[in-house]
C-alpha cells in the first residue's frame, strides 16, 4: 500500500491485505472542471485477474466483481466467489428501499475510513448517517444558476449551519476526512469566507477549512479563491528567515499570491534602475527579479498591488511621503500615478496615469471592476478602470484614500481617519468619523464576520457595530504614554486566528479576546531607534498567507534606501507556522468544485476535484489533539460568512486516499 493513502478503502478484510492500483492524479488544468476519474479498482489479494468496481445505484455504493477477459473460462469459480463476497457484505450493508430521495445517503466507498456524517444539504440538513443534525440560519436551499441538484445557499452575511459537539466530532488525533462540494459567489462582492470550521480560539485547537484571498498590506481582498486547510492544538513555531529580495531595499511594500507563487514590491533602491520593481519568492532566502514599474525614475515604489480577473496589478509611488508631497529639499516629487499590470518574466504593461497623485495608496477588486486609491496630492480620489481608462469615481474627504474593503456585498473604504460606504458613481456615505480619538486608517480587515480597521496612534483595533458604532478590540504597541505612534499597518487572518503588524518596532500580535493580544516578536531592529525619532522607527508592512504559513515583511518607517545598510532586517520577508497548514493557490473561480481535506497521521493533503494538489509535514512532536467542545460550523469560521453554495457535505474518521476521494466525487 503506497504511502499516501491512496489505495482503495476497504469497508472490512477478514484475511489478506488489498493491494492498489493507482491512477496517476496530473494537475489539472483548471479547477473549475469536474474530471471524469476512471472507477475505483482493487486487485483481489490471490486472484490478480479480478478487480472491484465501486458502481452507486439509487444513490447507494453497491460491490460488482467484473470478470477481465482472461477469466472467461471460469464462469463457476466466479460465481461462487461473487456470492461469498455478497453474503459477507450483507451483515455491513444497509438496505436499499425504492424511491430514494437526494437526500437520502450515498453510501461510502468501503473502507477502513467511516462515514460518520453526511449532510447532502439538498433541501434540509440532516445528518443522514449519524447523529449530528445540523441547524442552519438564514440558509436557503434550492439550485443556483446552471445547477441541476439542489444546495444549501449561503448569503455571506448571517447564514450558518451549526452542528452541536458531539462524540463523533472529538476527533483527537485521529485520521479524518472532510468532503464537499463547493461553488464560490461571482464576482467579488465579499470578503470570501469559511467553509467548515471547529476551532476553539483560546485554546487554538481544531481545524479550520476556508477561502483565502491575498490582501497585500493597504489593498483590498484580491478576487482569488484560494483553498486553505489547517489543524492547531496551540503551536507556533518560530520565525523562519526568507530572505532580502533586494540589498539596497529598507522597505517591502506589498506581499501577494498570484498563480500560485508569492510576490513582492520594494519602496526604494540605491540606484535608478533598480527602483519600483517586483519580486518573485523561490524558497529559502531566494528571490527572482520580475522586472521594474515603467522606467520614470521619479517612480521608486512597487506602491500597492492587487490580483483581479486574474492578472497581477501594481501602482507606482515614493513610499518616503515627505518625498512624495514634495517636501524633501533638493529631491523631485514622484511622478504622477500609473497602473501596471504583469505581462511575464520581467514585463509590466501600462495602463496609463490614474489621477493625478504621487502615490497609488491602494486597489481593490469588487463585482468585476478595478479601482485604486489617490493620495492627498491626487486629492483622495478614487478611480475604476473600464478596460481602457480611468473613470473618477469621487473623493470621500479628500484626505489620502488608503483602503479599499469588499464587504456584504458593498464597497467600503478608509482615508486617513475616516470609513465610508461607496454609493456608486462619485458618492460616498460615511459610517465612521475618527472614532475613539484616532486620526489615520492604514488597514482593514474581516474577522468573525465583522469589518475591523487598524489605526493611529493609539494602536486601537476598531471592530464596526453598524450605525456609526465602533468598538475597541485593544491595543497594540508601545503601552499608553507621552510619546503615541502605534500604527497598525496590516491585519490578516491566518488559521483560526487574527494577526496585526505594527509600527513603530516591526511586531507583530496575535488577537486573543476583546482587549487582549499576544506579542509574538519583533522582526526587525536597529540600533539607533528611538521612540521620539519617527525616522528610525520600524514597520511590519504586510501580512499574507502562503504554503501554509503566515508571511510578514519588514521596513524602515519611510522606505527609503538611504536606510537599508543601517541593519540588515530591514527590507526583509519572514515566514511563521502555527499549527499545520496545507493550501492550494490557484484560483477554484465560480464553477461547482469537489474540495476534499485529509489528515493522515502526521500529513495533511488538500484535493481539488479529485487531484492531490499539495501536502504538508507536521514538524516533530506529537501529534495534535483537536478535541475541543465547538459545534462544527458550515459557512462560517474565523474569517466570515461564506457566500455561494455547499452540497454533499461528508466527515470520515480515517484517511479518504485518492481513488477514494475521487469516487466521493462521483457520487454527487
Not at 128 to 146: I, M, Q, S, Y
Not at 474 to 482: A, K, N, S, T, W
Not at 615 to 620: D, E, F, G, H, K
Amino acid at each position: 500500500m503506497e504511502s499516501d493513502g491512496r489505495s482503495a478503502i476497504c469497508r472490512c478484510s477478514t484475511g489478506g491485505s488489498t493491494t492498489s492500483t493507482m491512477t496517476p492524479s496530473g494537475p489539472q488544468a483548471r479547477y473549475g472542471c469536474r474530471p471524469k476519474w476512471p472507477s475505483l479498482q482493487t486487485q483481489h489479494p490471490r486472484r490478480t485477474g479480478w478487480r472491484l468496481k465501486m458502481k452507486v445505484r439509487d444513490g447507494w455504493t453497491t460491490r460488482v466483481r467484473t470478470l477481465l477477459s482472461h477469466d472467461q473460462c471460469r464462469p463457476l469459480t466466479a460465481a461462487v466467489l461473487w456470492l461469498i463476497v455478497s453474503l459477507f457484505d450483507s451483515g455491513t450493508s444497509r438496505s436499499e428501499t425504492a424511491g430514494e430521495t437526494a437526500t437520502e445517503a450515498a453510501k461510502p466507498p468501503p473502507s477502513a475510513a467511516r462515514l460518520v456524517g453526511h449532510w447532502p444539504l439538498a433541501e434540509d440538513t440532516r445528518d443522514v448517517v449519524g447523529t449530528l443534525p445540523g441547524k442552519p440560519t438564514n440558509v436557503t436551499f434550492g439550485r443556483t444558476a446552471g445547477s441541476a441538484k439542489a444546495a444549501a445557499i449561503f448569503n455571506g452575511r448571517d447564514s450558518v449551519i451549526t452542528i452541536p459537539a458531539g462524540a463523533a466530532l472529538q476527533l483527537g488525533t485521529r485520521d479524518f476526512s472532510l468532503t464537499a462540494w463547493v461553488k464560490c459567489d461571482v464576482p467579488l462582492r465579499n470578503t470570501l469566507g469559511d467553509l467548515v470550521s471547529q476551532f476553539d480560539p483560546a485554546a487554538r485547537r481544531g481545524f479550520n477549512l476556508h477561502l483565502s484571498g491575498s490582501s497585500p498590506a493597504y489593498s483590498s481582498m484580491s478576487d482569488t479563491r484560494h483553498v486553505h486547510f489547517g489543524i492547531d492544538d496551540g503551536y507556533l513555531g518560530p520565525a523562519e528567515d526568507c530572505g532580502k529580495p533586494w540589498p539596497s531595499n529598507s522597505l517591502i511594500t506589498c506581499l501577494i499570491v498570484f498563480d500560485g507563487e508569492l510576490y513582492c514590491g520594494i519602496a526604494d533602491a540605491d540606484r535608478t534602475e533598480d527602483k519600483a520593481r517586483v519580486f518573485r519568492y523561490a524558497g529559502g532566502k531566494r528571490w527572482i527579479d520580475c522586472g521594474r514599474l515603467g522606467n520614470d525614475p521619479n517612480h521608486h515604489s512597487v506602491q500597492a498591488m492587487v490580483v483581479h480577473d486574474g492578472k497581477l496589478y501594481a501602482g507606482t509611488g515614493i513610499y518616503d511621503w515627505v518625498q512624495a508631497m514634495d517636501q524633501l529639499p533638493g529631491k523631485p516629487p514622484a511622478a504622477p500615478t500609473r497602473v501596471f499590470v504583469y505581462a511575464g518574466e520581467t514585463s509590466w504593461r501600462d495602463l496609463g496615469q490614474v489621477g493625478f497623485g504621487s502615490r497609488v495608496l491602494c486597489m481593490g477588486s469588487f463585482q468585476g471592476e478595478l479601482f485604486a486609491g489617490m493620495d492627498v496630492i491626487g486629492k483622495g480620489h478614487a478611480y475604476k478602470f473600464d478596460g481602457t481608462k480611468w473613470i473618477d469615481c469621487g473623493a470621500p474627504d479628500g484626505r489620502n484614500f488608503e483602503c479599499f474593503l469588499p464587504f456584504g456585498g458593498k464597497l467600503y473604504a478608509a482615508t486617513h481617519g475616516n470609513v465610508f460606504e461607496y454609493e456608486g458613481g462619485t458618492s460616498w456615505r460615511s459610517i465612521g468619523a475618527e472614532p475613539h480619538g484616532i486620526t489615520q486608517i492604514h488597514s482593514m480587515q474581516v474577522a468573525g464576520g465583522r469589518m475591523l480597521l487598524g489605526t493611529w496612534p493609539q494602536g486601537y483595533v476598531l471592530r464596526y457595530d453598524g450605525e456609526n458604532k465602533w468598538t475597541k478590540l485593544g491595543r497594540v504597541g508601545l503601552p499608553p504614554g507621552p510619546q503615541q505612534c502605534n500604527e497598525i499597518n496590516d491585519l490578516t487572518v491566518y488559521n483560526g486566528k487574527l494577526y496585526a503588524g505594527v509600527i513603530p518596532k516591526a511586531e507583530l500580535y496575535r488577537y486573543e479576546k476583546e482587549g487582549e493580544w499576544t506579542l509574538l516578536g519583533s522582526l526587525a531592529n536597529r540600533s539607533d531607534w528611538a521612540a521620539d525619532n519617527l525616522a528610525t522607527w520600524l514597520r511590519l508592512t504586510c501580512l499574507t498567507t502562503f504554503q501554509g504559513r503566515l508571511f510578514a515583511a519588514t521596513g524602515a518607517c519611510q522606505g527609503r534606501a538611504l536606510d537599508a545598510p543601517v541593519d540588515p532586517s530591514m527590507g526583509r520577508v519572514f515566514a511563521y507556522q502555527a499549527g499545520q497548514v496545507v493550501s492550494s493557490e490557484h484560483d477554484i473561480g465560480g464553477a461547482w468544485t469537489h474540495i476534499a481535506a485529509v489528515r493522515q497521521g502526521r500529513t495533511l493533503k488538500l484535493y481539488v476535484n479529485g487531484t492531490r494538489v499539495t501536502t504538508s509535514q507536521l514538524r516533530a512532536g506529537p501529534l495534535f489533539n483537536l478535541t475541543n467542545d465547538r459545534p462544527l460550523l458550515v459557512g462560517f469560521g474565523a474569517q466570515h460568512y461564506f457566500s455561494g453554495a455547499i452540497a454533499d457535505l461528508r466527515l470520515y474518521q480515517g484517511a479518504l486516499g485518492t481513488d477514494a476521494v475521487r469516487e466521493v466525487l462521483g457520487q454527487r
